[in-house]
């Protein structure tokens, strides 16, 4: 599976942001889907992940109630609503996918399929 991630911006503190993970290939609802940032000079962290049908989500405690990952399998793209963005929630962004279920891989870094990043900035 191929993944495009999108949406990335600049945005005030406070505002918001949606981004997109667009998967090529027939099978995308197979596919667990999690979201990953880096910031300049950090390792790469995860934000969320969700189950392959959407059933299941994953967050990491510093987005609770503020990020909402999501996924509409018609159209192959996962989402993550970003809200009450925050100058440390400056980063580029990745998109992973994985075949496994999301509880073996939820919270870590092991998804086998990654896309390109897309660069959010927050200024205060």
């Known amino acids: 599976v191929q993944l495009q991630a999108s949406g990335g911006g600049l945005v005030q503190a406070g505002g918001s942001l949606r981004l997109s993970c667009a998967a090529s290939?027939?099978?995308?609802?197979?596919?667990?889907v999690g979201w990953f940032r880096q910031a300049p000079g950090k390792e790469r962290e995860f934000v969320a992940a969700?189950?392959?049908?959407?059933?299941?989500?994953y967050y990491a405690e510093f987005v609770k109630g503020r990020f909402t990952i999501s996924r509409d399998n018609a159209k192959n793209t996962v989402y993550l609503q970003m809200n009450s963005l925050k100058p440390e929630d400056t980063a580029v962004y990745y998109c992973?996918?994985?075949?496994?279920?999301?509880?073996?891989?939820?919270?870590?870094?092991?998804?086998?399929?990654w896309g390109q990043g897309t660069l959010v900035t927050v200024s205060s």
């Open positions: 290939g027939r099978t995308f609802s197979s596919y667990a």
């Open positions: 969700i189950s392959r049908r959407g059933g299941s989500t």
């Open positions: 992973a996918a994985d075949p496994r279920s999301i509880t073996l891989v939820a919270g870590t870094d092991a998804f086998e399929y």
